[in-house]
């Protein structure tokens, strides 16, 4: 059981390039987001998805864009990339019915812009 | 809107010492409460959760918390960390919109021999 994989686990980008950052959950959840996690900051919300077909912007969202192409798969993209956007983002899923349910993380990925 | 402090930034404790680290929520509604720890260079993993009931919730690892009302706090304990236990912990509230979280800022607990 996977559960919530990533790709990739790491990555280089130079300032303008554009790169899009791959999420796919095998649980069958309803909810997926996307959250970045910089030093002293703790996460923080760029965007989520409540269901299939649904995106909304979150704390953080100026600089990037995403995708909710089916049920299990939830890709962020960012278009221009910025030293700004050097940071860990991380992936997770719920069930989305409630409130009361927990997120399932994946292992993140590190992405440094110079 | 909801928030969550985590009163302490750091805590270094020796091996074996125990442990509290501590968390305050704002009041809502309805409340649901996680801690979960991250390793390094690992996502989040979760060490427990209070949705109801008893005030006392067991976690994974031996880590505990308890849910007090009037104060609004959630602090997780251990009567004796490891080694191991070397993590950054977040406390995390689910009970404001239907699909937003918040989370605090983390405590690194870090446990010398």
């Known amino acids: 059981n996977a559960g919530v994989t990533q790709t990739p686990k790491f990555q280089v980008l130079k300032t303008g390039q554009s790169m899009t950052l791959q999420c796919a959950q095998d649980?069958?959840?309803?909810?997926m987001y996307w959250y970045r996690q910089d030093p002293g900051m703790g996460l923080r919300l760029i965007y989520y998805?409540?269901?299939?077909?649904?995106?909304d912007k979150g704390e953080v969202p100026n600089g990037y864009n995403v995708s909710r192409l089916n049920k299990r798969e939830f890709s962020l993209r960012l278009e221009s990339a910025a030293p700004s956007q050097t940071s860990v983002y991380f992936c997770?899923?719920?069930?989305?019915?409630?409130?009361?349910?927990?997120?399932?993380f994946g292992n993140g990925t590190r992405l440094t812009v110079t | 809107a909801q928030s969550v402090t985590q009163l302490d930034s750091q805590v270094p404790v020796f091996e074996e010492a125990p442990v509290e680290l501590r968390c305050n929520y704002s009041?809502?509604?309805?409340?649901?409460l996680f801690w979960y720890v991250q390793y390094p260079n690992q996502g989040l993993q979760l060490l427990l959760k209070?949705?109801?009931?008893?005030?006392l919730v067991k976690g994974i690892n031996g880590f505990e918390a308890e849910f007090n009302k009037s104060q609004t706090s959630f602090h997780l304990r251990k009567p004796s960390v490891h080694i191991s236990d070397t993590a950054e912990y977040f406390c995390?509230?689910?009970?404001?919109?239907?699909?937003?979280?918040?989370f605090g800022k983390g405590t690194l607990l870090t446990v010398n021999p």
């Open positions: 997770a899923s719920r069930t989305g019915n409630t409130n009361n349910s927990p997120l399932h």
């Open positions: 998805s409540a269901s299939e077909g649904t995106t």
């Open positions: 209070y949705l109801s009931g008893s005030t």
């Open positions: 009041s809502s509604v309805s409340v649901y």
């Open positions: 995390v509230n689910s009970g404001g919109s239907n699909y937003k979280l918040t």
């Open positions: 649980m069958n959840h309803n909810s």
